[in-house]
């Protein structure tokens, strides 16, 4: 789901040129818009049979959720209410029909819309994802340029055992240390949850986005703000160092990349100084790879979200997905994954656009 730093390092050489007269014309940013939008259509119904023919191999969702634990009749009577019991390829023809309608289905455990799962926890996983791309960012680009500036010196190569380190590890151990390490032995952050009982009492009385952050900014309270932002230290940081190490390697190939290139070297002989170069000549297209890659971070967020918010009991869409997993509720996880599958698609083709709005070669 992620993509290798070198591997999209290569895509950047030199700053963009300027505008060629076709796209100055808007031509040739309006087909690509087109193509990148048609292909959204593919990419999304793959994703979604591939979900669809992967749950149905355990059988139908009837059976898995709730055999043994019903008396034959009542559950073959549920198995034909559901139309469990059908042809699969009609099965599959009315779930496409039924995605169309933004229509995921009904839980199994607790009925309720899948639906409304989604709008009711979306947001928390939101949250926690955008978090996790602001530590991303703040570490990765900074810590980037550091280690490109130092090259071949003791500050790049533990920098960059520091960003393998962060990638390689699994996001559920990372979280334990930090749970036991700032949470049980300092006492620096709360264990667990997105925020305190008073808190979370205080934002759900008061209605408002789901987004604890924004709703405690809202309330004007001082407090609730400090409790939302000291609980979500923890889990931001766990899923964002993941991130961080790739935006850190793809900065610092990049950085180096274009630090010899002719532009770099006009400005060498004017007499820029070499941390000027880094900071102002090569630093700005070295963040072309980054931009065209958080698409792909993100599906990666988002599956290691499910980790996250379970290990942190962030109730979001993670928690709730292992949750019904564990109850074997595959309507409500076949749901769960057609919409992220759809996110990141739709995030995708948005990374694309901002893409090719920067770098006008990206259109052709």
């Known amino acids: ?114 639906m409304t799962v989604l709008a009711e926890y979306g947001a928390a996983t939101l949250e926690l994802v955008t978090y996790a791309l602001v530590v991303a960012f703040l570490i990765g680009i900074p810590f980037g340029l550091v280690a490109a500036a130092n090259r071949d010196r003791w500050p790049d190569a533990a920098l960059r055992v520091g960003a393998i380190f962060f990638y390689a590890t699994p996001v559920f151990f990372a979280g334990l240390v930090a749970k036991l390490v700032f949470s049980v032995w300092l006492g620096w952050f709360p264990v667990s949850g997105r925020a305190g009982v008073r808190t979370e009492l205080a934002l759900g009385r008061d209605g408002g986005t789901g987004i604890y952050l924004i709703d405690a900014i809202r309330s004007g309270n001082s407090d609730y703000v400090w409790d939302v932002l000291s609980h979500a230290v923890l889990p931001a940081m766990t899923l964002g160092l993941l991130t961080a190490g790739i935006f850190l390697r793809l900065v610092r190939t990049n950085v180096i990349g274009t630090h010899n290139m002719p532009y770099i070297d006009a400005a060498r002989s004017r007499g820029v100084s070499e941390s000027r170069l880094i900071r102002t000549h090569a630093y700005r297209p070295a963040l072309i790879p980054i931009i065209t890659v958080v698409g792909l971070q993100i599906a990666l967020m988002l599956g290691g979200a499910v980790l996250t918010e379970t290990t942190f009991e962030w109730q979001g869409l993670g928690f709730q997905l292992a949750k019904y997993l564990q109850a074997r509720d595959f309507v409500a996880v076949q749901g769960i994954v057609a919409l992220i599958a759809i996110i990141v698609a739709v995030a995708n083709f948005i990374v694309d656009i901002i893409a090719a709005l920067i770098d006008p070669r990206v259109r052709y």
Request: charged share 15%; glycine share 8%; hydrophobic share 45%.
């Open 1 to 114: 789901m992620s993509t290798t730093p070198d591997v999209a390092a290569a895509a950047v050489s030199e700053p963009p040129p300027a505008l060629a007269p076709q796209a100055a014309r808007g031509g040739g940013f309006g087909r690509y818009v087109l193509v990148r939008l048609l292909l959204m259509i593919p990419t999304v119904l793959i994703l979604v049979t591939l979900v669809f023919f992967l749950i149905r191999l355990t059988g139908d969702p009837i059976t898995a959720a709730l055999g043994g634990r019903l008396p034959a009749d009542q559950l073959a009577e549920r198995i034909h209410e559901a139309g469990y019991d059908r042809p699969l390829l009609v099965q599959y023809l009315e779930y496409l029909g039924q995605i169309l309608r933004f229509d995921f289905g009904s839980t199994i455990t607790d009925n309720q819309p899948v």
